[in-house]
């Protein structure tokens, strides 16, 4: 499997103050242009996968706090302009209704001829349990309801055969009935009743990645792990292969050299508002540095998953200087995100019982 090159393209950049480089006008929106742009850039300069971050409120409340279109619907907008880079959004359990979660990834997984994943998001503050009228769950609720949600979009997914869809002219059938199942759930809060309404995506099951605190590593196909320094990467890429998991990327910052240092650009975005330290690493520097602390983390991860810290300048960087030089560690993209990450399409669990619901 080639080493995974993951990048995070949410807004501006991943620092809070990226807007206030990001060569839009004063007051501009951050529009479908712009969008559009950062994922082709990504597309073009090698990327395997383009994440987009998601909250259901506003991160904060101050001046870089910034309202955007929802993850998944960024996520589709982009899927039909690309062609090669997978593409993954954040959508979180704790606010989104399980059978729409899994029928709006069912669809960019078909939208995206295969290239789509899921980052699992579970947020649980009091303001965004507010947005569908609940309160935030205990840790054990909490826990349950990621299971719970994930497990049923799993089943979603299977809900159709491979083999449902017949195109029966002759008949006038467009489906058979006997290979389309009903999933019947109830959980702890919500319930989930018949069969997905579109046909089961291109990978049968798409990627799932999931933050390592989230404790489902069994359950996904890839953990995002931080650390403070590679060591500690390693260990806590060791713990999730334990708990389970098939694929660890680790999570990396990055504030690159341009034709000002790193340093110096941190430390005029931390003027504004500064960056919090998250847990992940953080490498702020030249090109050849960075380049370097990959090189390290290639035995010990799957690949990376990079946070630029403002897209319009970090992301040229990646592009020109860090990527060309990691040639030797990547493979061919995959035709679907599963081939990219090494994961073979799974068999559908109806099928297997011999089409018993």
Same mark, same amino acid.
């Given at each position: 499997?080639?080493? @995974?090159?993951? !990048?995070? $393209? *949410?807004?501006?950049?991943a620092h809070p103050s990226a807007w206030r480089h990001s060569r839009r006008s004063p007051g501009a929106v951050l529009g479908g242009a712009a969008l559009r742009t950062s994922v082709h850039d990504a597309e073009r300069a090698g990327f395997d996968l383009a994440t987009f971050a998601d909250t259901p409120v506003p991160p904060a409340g101050g001046p870089d706090a910034a309202g955007?279109?929802?993850?998944?619907?960024?996520?589709?907008?982009?899927?039909?302009?690309?062609?090669?880079?997978g593409l993954a959004p954040t959508l979180h359990v704790t606010t989104t209704e399980p059978f729409h979660l899994a029928t709006q990834l069912a669809s960019l997984d078909h939208a995206t001829r295969g290239r789509a994943g899921w980052v699992l998001g579970a947020a649980n503050d009091v303001a965004s349990?507010?947005? @569908?009228?609940? !309160?935030? $769950? *205990?840790?054990?609720g909490l826990h349950r309801e990621i299971t719970d949600v994930l497990d049923t979009a799993r089943a979603l997914w299977d809900s159709w055969q491979?083999?449902?869809?017949?195109?029966?002219?002759?008949?006038?059938?467009?489906?058979d009935p006997d290979r389309v199942h009903h999933v019947?759930?109830?959980?702890?809060?919500?319930?989930?009743k018949g069969p997905l309404i579109t046909p089961r995506p291109p990978q049968g099951q798409l990627v799932v990645l999931?933050?390592?605190?989230?404790?489902?590593?069994?359950r996904t196909d890839v953990v995002l792990v931080g650390g403070a320094d590679p060591a500690d990467v390693a260990d806590r890429a060791e713990r999730a292969r334990g708990a389970g998991a098939a694929r660890v990327l680790a999570e990396v910052q990055v504030v690159l050299d341009t034709d000002r240092s790193g340093a110096e650009r941190l430390a005029e975005l931390d003027d504004h508002t500064p960056w919090p330290d998250d847990g992940r690493l953080r490498h702020v520097g030249p090109a050849a540095g960075l380049v370097a602390l990959l090189?390290?983390?290639?035995?010990?991860?799957?690949?990376?998953?990079?946070?630029?810290?403002?897209l319009a300048d970090d992301l040229p960087v990646l592009a020109g200087r860090v990527l060309p030089e990691l040639a030797d560690l990547r493979a061919a993209t995959g035709d679907t995100l599963r081939g990219t990450?090494?994961?073979?399409?799974?068999?559908?669990?109806?099928?297997?019982?011999?089409?018993?619901?």
């Open positions: 499997m080639s080493f @995974v090159l993951a !990048v995070e $393209l *949410d807004g501006d950049g955007r279109i929802e993850a998944g619907t960024r996520a589709a907008f982009v899927a039909t302009s690309t062609s090669r880079i349990a507010a947005t @569908v009228g609940g !309160v935030p $769950l *205990d840790p054990a491979d083999d449902a869809v017949i195109r029966d002219v002759a008949t006038g059938r467009y489906l019947d759930v109830t959980a702890a809060r919500f319930t989930v999931a933050p390592e605190e989230l404790d489902v590593a069994g090189r390290r983390l290639a035995p010990l991860v799957d690949g990376v998953r990079l946070h630029p810290a403002v990450f090494g994961l073979t399409r799974p068999e559908n669990r109806f099928a297997v019982r011999g089409g018993q619901s």
